[in-house]
C-alpha cells in the first residue's frame, strides 16, 4: 500500500495562536507551544512530525493563511 | 523520509493563497473573515480574473479587507455596498464585482441598498458574513441576534418583545425575483471550506454570465464578540446558530 507522509510548516511570526489548526488535524500533529511570538501569541508549532499525512485540514481552517503543506507518496 | 526532503516546491499541497499579501491581519486569532479572504482570494485567482474584480469592502471588521486581498477595491459607506456595487459593474460590465458584508452592514443599515439591488438583480456578488453580532464596535446587538443570546446592548439576553426577533434576510432575498443562487455556508472544518469554495465560484460565475444577483451567506464566529475561545464559537455556531440559520442552497436557478 502507498504510504503518504505531509510535513507542515508555519509562518510563526503570522500566527496568532487561535488553536483552529490543532482542532482540526486528525493525527495530534501540531500543538500550541509555550514560546510566543514577536505579537505575543502562542504559536502552533509541529510536535510529531512523523505522523502527519499532508491532508491539509490544518492549512484549510488556518484564518491568518499561515500553514503552508506538503505532500508525498513513498 | 525526512521532513526537509518533503518540503519542496513539487510537493506543496496547500498554501497561503497567491492574492493573499503579507499584511498581518487585524482580526482577532480565529476570525471566520480570515478564512472568508482566503477563499475569495482562491476563487478569483483560480478564475484568471485578478486583473479584473472590483471588491467593494463594508464598513465594520472587514472595513480593511482592502489592505489583505490584492485586487481592486473601492470602500463604501455604511451599508451601501450593494449600491457602490451595482455603479462599478454597470460602468464596467466586463469586470468581475462583489460586495463583503458583515450582519451589521447588510441586514441593519443596509437593508434597503441589500433588497433593491437584488431585486434589481444587478450581476454582482453579495459575501455576506453573518456572526449575529457587531463585532467592530465591542459586540452590541445585531438584527440577526440569536434570541436569548447576551450582547452588550442586551445583557440579559434578546428579548422578542422589546428587540424583536432575529432577521433572516437570505430566506427574504429568496422571494425577489433578481436573486440567481443564495445559499448558506460555514468555514468551520475543511470540508465545509470546500464546499464554501465551490458555491462562492458559482456565484462569481453568475455574476459573468449576467444571470443576476448571488447571496453567499457565511453563518461566522465572533469568538472575541461572544467571549469564547476559537473553538468553542465554532461548536457554539453549530449547536445555536446553525438551527437559526440553516445551511445549503436556499435558491438556485
Known amino acids: 500500500m502507498a504510504k503518504i507522509k505531509g510535513a507542515v510548516v508555519i509562518d510563526k511570526d503570522r500566527c496568532k495562536g487561535c488553536d483552529l489548526c490543532v482542532v482540526a488535524c486528525p493525527a495530534d500533529v501540531l500543538i500550541l507551544g509555550q514560546e510566543v511570538n514577536g505579537k505575543g501569541y502562542n504559536y502552533a508549532q509541529v510536535a510529531n512530525s512523523d505522523e502527519c499525512i499532508g491532508c491539509a485540514n490544518c492549512g484549510y481552517v488556518c484564518p491568518d493563511g499561515c500553514i503552508t503543506v506538503y505532500k508525498v507518496k513513498l | 523520509m525526512d521532513t526537509l526532503e518533503i518540503i519542496k516546491p513539487e510537493n506543496k499541497v496547500y498554501g497561503k493563497p497567491r492574492l493573499m499579501n503579507d499584511n498581518p491581519m487585524h482580526y482577532c486569532p480565529g476570525c471566520s473573515h480570515g478564512v472568508v479572504h482566503k477563499l475569495i482570494a482562491e476563487v478569483v485567482d483560480d ?23 490584492d485586487i481592486d477595491w473601492i470602500e463604501a459607506a455604511h451599508g451601501r455596498a450593494p449600491a457602490v456595487a451595482t455603479a462599478a459593474k454597470r460602468l464596467n460590465p466586463d469586470k468581475m464585482v462583489f ?15 441589500t433588497i433593491h439591488a437584488c431585486n434589481r438583480g444587478e450581476n454582482i456578488v453579495i459575501v455576506f458574513i453573518n456572526n449575529a453580532i457587531y463585532g467592530m464596535t465591542g459586540g452590541q446587538m445585531a438584527p440577526t441576534t440569536l434570541l436569548g443570546m447576551k450582547t452588550s446592548t442586551c445583557p440579559y439576553g434578546r428579548n422578542e418583545h422589546l428587540n424583536g426577533y432575529p432577521l433572516k434576510i437570505s430566506d427574504l432575498l429568496v422571494q425577489l425575483e433578481g436573486t440567481c443562487l443564495v445559499t448558506r455556508e460555514t468555514v468551520h472544518t475543511a470540508a465545509a471550506i470546500k464546499k464554501a469554495k465551490k458555491m462562492l465560484r458559482k456565484g462569481f460565475e453568475n455574476s459573468m454570465n449576467g444571470k443576476g444577483t448571488s447571496v453567499i451567506e457565511f453563518v461566522s464566529t465572533c469568538a472575541s464578540g461572544w467571549k469564547m475561545t476559537p473553538d468553542q464559537s465554532n461548536k457554539w455556531m453549530m449547536e445555536n446558530m446553525v438551527p437559526m440559520y440553516p445551511l445549503g442552497i436556499l435558491k438556485d436557478k
Open chain 2, 47 to 69: 478564475m484568471g480574473m485578478a486583473e479584473k474584480t472590483i471588491g467593494i469592502a463594508p464598513v465594520g471588521c472587514a472595513v480593511f479587507a482592502y489592505n489583505y486581498i
Open chain 2, 99 to 113: 460586495s463583503y458584508q458583515g450582519d451589521g452592514d447588510l441586514a441593519a443599515i443596509g437593508t434597503a441598498e
